[in-house]
């Protein structure tokens, strides 16, 4: 969503990067540096997999046309095995599916079981697919704010073990975003211990003090800084991010810039690696400490 402070819609830019000098104009305000630019994720280790989040701005693209089927192709140039997605679903009325779950499929990815409509793919907007994984419980919850909002919370049980999943849609106000963060970090904790991966749009562009995620390092360790993701024209503002725990199982966290992603969406879709070896090696302790 548009940070109050980032007008962008009124009009058409040209696809592409922005020159260096153009992102510290805009990130110079907000207390941002320039962000450099990465390198494609390196290839996998043997333990890993590739997560991602993508708010797919209900597959309308920044050409405000309508194509599912070309989130679906920039979600293939991803080739993710975990991807949490907002705005799946229609805002208004029937809360029915936006996805192309057709072109997914073909490309390996499956729903996990979130709505509560047959014709429905996410709970307030938020999706969940996976390659390869059997789902233990899924939680949908509700969370506090001036707007509708939520967050589902999925266990895996994948081929290298359990894997607890928060895929979320954070509010527009600092306020709620503080109320949601704090709801979240309650639900992991009355949970068993597993790792844990947090994913999603929580449209929080400010580092520092005044950030709305600062609650959630007490599990998920620093959070001050993430890839600049929106708009997917000029990328700017790190609204998206993933984190994981324990600390340190998630790495080569990125925005995934291409000419197809640029237009597909309003927001850039984020990716990283999850070792679930590694987390498994770290032994974490009890959730509900680290929370």
């Not at 992603?261 to 987390?279: G, T």
Request: proline share 10%.
């Amino acid at each position: 969503m548009t940070p109050p402070d980032a007008s962008h819609r009124g009009g058409r830019r040209p696809v592409g990067h922005a020159p260096a000098s153009r992102l510290s104009e805009l990130r110079g305000p907000h207390g941002l540096s320039v962000l450099p630019s990465v390198a494609p994720l390196p290839p996998p280790g043997a333990d890993e997999i590739t997560v991602a989040s993508y708010n797919v701005h209900k597959c309308v693209g920044t050409d405000r046309r309508f194509d599912p089927g070309r989130i679906a192709q920039v979600i293939a140039e991803i080739q993710p095995d975990i991807l949490a997605v907002q705005e799946a679903d229609r805002r208004f009325g029937r809360r029915t599916g936006l996805l192309d779950t057709d072109a997914l499929q073909q490309g390996g990815l499956s729903l996990v079981p979130v709505s509560r409509l047959p014709d429905g793919h996410g709970w307030h907007g938020n999706a969940l697919l996976v390659r390869r994984g059997t789902p233990l419980e899924v939680q949908r919850l509700a969370l506090p704010g001036a707007e509708p909002r939520g967050a589902v919370l999925a266990e895996l049980e994948l081929p290298a073990g359990k894997l607890r999943i928060v895929a979320a849609h954070f509010g527009l106000l600092r306020r709620c975003r503080l109320r949601q963060a704090a709801t979240i970090l309650e639900a992991v904790a009355r949970g068993a211990s597993m790792p844990t991966l947090m994913l999603g749009d929580l449209n929080e562009w400010r580092p520092g003090p005044r950030s709305s995620l600062r609650p959630l390092e007490s599990l998920f360790g620093s959070v001050a800084f993430g890839p600049a993701s929106f708009p997917s024209r000029m990328p700017v503002f790190a609204l998206d991010r993933i984190f994981g725990w324990p600390r340190g199982v998630v790495r080569d966290v990125q925005a995934h810039n291409t000419p197809l992603a640029r237009v597909a969406s309003d927001h850039l879709p984020l990716k990283a690696r999850l070792s679930l070896a590694a987390a498994q090696a770290a032994a974490p302790g009890d959730v509900a400490a680290a929370a």
